[in-house]
């Protein structure tokens, strides 16, 4: 019904009214229809001149994961037309742009436009890719599940930060292991613990507001990725082509054994 009714308030111009630009790719599996949200408009214009530069003309879904998401965009995939910058070691280079995570207004459920990127640890402000995306396809998510995220997030988030905080005080904590002072290291480990259970109350990990709860519960998606990549548009129509993508059979590094390409990309004027 949702996506029914998306369809329905598109006009002539392609795009909803006040919704923002609309961007079709046209796929060897078949169309998939895109609408880019205004308010991240750093992540709108960009994909808009990657798609009028024609360089998604070409790429394959080279990463496809069931029930969690279909990606593409890498432009060392495409066969040919596009030189990229590449390392001493054969991977491309990434290229990136500034976050811009609007949560909870858009989050990752099903049929959620999103930039790929880097991990935390190369890429602590999370800025996207430059080019590739995802779009979630995802699983439906009871309160039990949404419960697990919040709490597997925030004990990440403390484990993360006292291990930030026991990396500042390095030359310290190395000294009164050398020293052998187990209560001087017993008191500094304590004293970072408590510093970083004392951030972590100022900057509790989020929790997901009910209205949240209830769309993955009724649509699914990928919560645990909430507040973590920039979402910056949703698939308006050809959801069921995604859905095929993300069924196909893959080898043990989550890329199709069946080639799928994006053969064309276009805004819609």
């Given at each position: 019904m949702f996506w029914t009714c998306c369809l329905m308030c598109m006009g002539c111009t392609g795009k909803g009214e006040g919704q923002g630009t609309v961007v079709v790719l046209e796929t060897t599996a078949g169309d998939i229809r895109l609408q880019l949200y205004d308010d991240t408009p750093g992540h709108r214009d960009n994909f808009v001149s990657n798609v009028k530069n024609g360089l998604y003309t070409g790429v394959t879904f080279h990463r496809v994961i069931r029930n969690f998401?279909?990606?593409?965009?890498?432009?060392?995939?495409?066969?040919?037309?596009?030189?990229?910058?590449?390392?001493?070691?054969?991977?491309?280079?990434?290229?990136?742009?500034?976050?811009?995570?609007?949560?909870?207004?858009?989050?990752?459920?099903?049929?959620?436009?999103?930039?790929?990127?880097?991990?935390?640890?190369?890429?602590?402000?999370?800025?996207?890719?430059?080019?590739?995306?995802?779009?979630?396809?995802?699983?439906t998510c009871l309160d039990a599940d949404m419960d697990s995220y919040e709490e597997g997030r925030a004990q990440r988030d403390a484990e993360t930060l006292f291990a930030k905080k026991q990396l500042e005080q390095k030359d310290q904590l190395d000294a009164l292991r050398a020293n052998r002072d187990r209560d001087g290291l017993s008191d500094l480990l304590g004293k970072l613990q408590d510093d970083a259970r004392w951030e972590m109350s100022e900057n509790p990990p989020i929790t997901y507001p009910e209205e949240l709860r209830k769309a993955y519960k009724m649509h699914g998606g990928a919560p645990w990725l909430d507040n973590e990549y920039t979402v910056f548009g949703e698939v308006i129509e050809g959801m069921k082509v995604v859905e095929t993508i993300q069924k196909m059979k893959t080898n043990a590094q989550d890329v199709p054994l069946q080639e799928v390409r994006i053969v064309k990309a276009y805004v819609v004027e």
């Open positions: 998401m279909i990606q593409t965009g890498d432009p060392a995939t495409r066969p040919e037309g596009f030189e990229v910058k590449v390392s001493e070691d054969g991977d491309t280079i990434t290229e990136r742009i500034p976050a811009e995570i609007v949560w909870p207004k858009h989050f990752n459920r099903r049929g959620a436009l999103a930039a790929a990127r880097d991990g935390d640890e190369e890429n602590p402000e999370r800025q996207s890719d430059k080019y590739q995306f995802y779009i979630v396809t995802g699983k």
